[in-house]
């Protein structure tokens, strides 16, 4: 069974930066990489970056290119984003979720979430 844990959210000024933390545990096996989605309230939830385990690839929504990166550390199964420049509109509840190894089978699970607010 896997698992996904948060952390690292909080309450910043516009233009500040947070770092949000990912941790998975179980068997990873089928895991290919790692999603890092929002949600703000009344809205629906939007993917904003992944990152692929074997190659590092990664993947930014426009709103988020340039001011977020999203990195891995793979010996401890864990996926950051790091977040400078926030903006009011970037608060939401930010949840991960696991990308699914091609010919696995679905495996979709999602974290938590951790909660982002940003003042103006």
């Known amino acids: 069974q896997v698992q996904l844990v948060e952390s690292g959210g909080g309450s910043v000024q516009a233009g500040g930066s947070l770092t949000l933390s990912c941790a998975a545990s179980?068997?990873?096996?089928?895991?290919?990489?790692l999603s890092w989605y929002r949600q703000a309230p009344g809205k629906q939830r939007d993917r904003i970056a992944d990152i692929y385990r074997d190659a590092g690839d990664t993947w930014y929504v426009d709103s988020v290119k340039g001011r977020f990166t999203i990195s891995q550390n793979n010996a401890k199964n864990t996926v950051y984003l790091q977040m400078n420049s926030l903006k009011p509109e970037d608060t939401a509840m930010y949840y991960c979720?696991?990308?699914?190894?091609?010919?696995?089978?679905?495996?979709?699970?999602w974290g938590q979430g951790t909660q982002v607010t940003v003042s103006s």
């Open positions: 979720k696991t990308i699914t190894r091609p010919y696995c089978p679905d495996l979709t699970i």
């Open positions: 179980g068997d990873l096996a089928c895991v290919y990489g």
